[in-house]
């Protein structure tokens, strides 16, 4: 497992990062943005991931309650729809 080193450019992920590490970039992003709403196409371009992995990611955080996946398909904080 390769994790994000100091060097890496922020926001980019390599195909060895785990799930788990991915996500918490991922929940840190959406602390840190208030408001930000992605589609999973936006996300992906992001954080340089794949359909599949950032599918996964986003939708182990919408399981978890952090996200919420609106009527057209954008992700956002849970919080962000009250």
Aim: proline fraction near 2%; glycine fraction near 8%; charged fraction near 20%.
């Amino acid at each position: 497992m390769q994790l994000l080193s100091a060097s890496t450019p922020a926001g980019v992920f390599t195909q060895t990062d785990n799930h788990s590490n991915v996500a918490e970039r991922v929940r840190g992003e959406f602390r840190e943005m208030p408001g930000l709403t992605l589609t999973l196409a936006q996300a992906g371009k992001l954080w340089s991931l794949d359909a599949d992995t950032c599918s996964e990611v986003l939708s182990h955080l919408v399981a978890a309650g952090f996200l919420s996946r609106r009527s057209d398909g954008s992700f956002c904080r849970a919080t962000a729809l009250n």
